[in-house]
């Protein structure tokens, strides 16, 4: 079956350490981009890639970095600069053939920060 | 993107038609309406969009005024598998690609009722 697969799906670090968040694709979509949600609120976007090597912040960036090597995969780190890392993270991709392409998301992956 | 105004919760009772409003007064004329769904700690699902015309797919109908400042979407019969957070969105189409990720609002905590 085609679709986002996020891995894994709870994570957890110590305050400092930066960690990876895994996102992989087999939908053949050239879009993808990384959410995150906090409890209670919807989703803000930290960052987006409309194609291999190139990418763009979103609305919350900061303490956050990517990478897109692949068409298929768009790993997020969530480095010790965030301060409030502790939330819920969603990855989604999209076919750029047509202007109304939908949004595809993963199950998410719940990272927790002590 | 124009903003979108949902009521935060609805109830409806199961085998029950459900149906949900949203506000999107400052719409322009080349913004589409995207609704998706989030069951709790999954990723949002699309269900639907439009542009100017009601649409109907195996999900659910999309009713936009004549104005295109509100919107409906209706589940025709509502099942517990469809209690869920329903966002509304409006977001330009850009052709070619270019796209830059949907916002989404708190939307609406729907439950259906057995």
């Known amino acids: 079956d085609g679709g986002i697969t996020q891995s894994p799906k709870y994570l957890f670090r110590k305050e400092g350490q930066n960690v990876t968040l895994s996102c992989e694709q087999n939908l053949n979509h050239d879009a993808m981009y990384w959410y995150r949600q906090d409890p209670g609120q919807g989703l803000r976007l930290i960052y987006y890639?409309?194609?291999?090597?190139?990418?763009q912040k979103g609305d919350i960036a900061e303490g956050y970095s990517v990478s897109r090597e692949k068409k298929e995969s768009f790993p997020l780190t969530v480095t010790s600069a965030q301060k409030n890392p502790t939330a819920f993270y969603l990855c989604a991709s999209s076919s750029q053939l047509r202007e109304y392409s939908p949004l595809h998301f993963g199950n998410g992956t719940r990272l927790t920060v002590t | 993107d124009a903003k979108t105004t949902q009521p935060p919760s609805m109830d409806c009772a199961e085998g029950r038609a459900a149906n949900l409003p949203c506000n999107h007064s400052?719409?322009?004329?080349?913004?589409?309406v995207y609704w998706y769904r989030q069951i709790h700690s999954q990723g949002p699902q699309y269900i639907i969009h439009?542009?100017?015309n009601n649409e109907t797919n195996e999900m659910a109908s999309l009713i936009i005024t004549e104005d295109r400042k509100s919107s409906t979407l209706i589940l025709p019969h509502a099942t517990l598998r469809d209690t869920a957070v329903y966002y509304c969105?409006?977001?330009?189409?850009?052709?070619?690609?270019?796209?830059?990720?949907?916002?989404f609002g708190k939307g609406t905590h729907l439950i259906i009722q057995p």
């Open positions: 890639s409309q194609i291999v090597n190139d990418f």
């Open positions: 439009g542009l100017k």
């Open positions: 969105i409006v977001r330009v189409a850009i052709s070619g690609g270019g796209a830059d990720g949907l916002t």
């Open positions: 400052t719409i322009s004329g080349n913004e589409y």
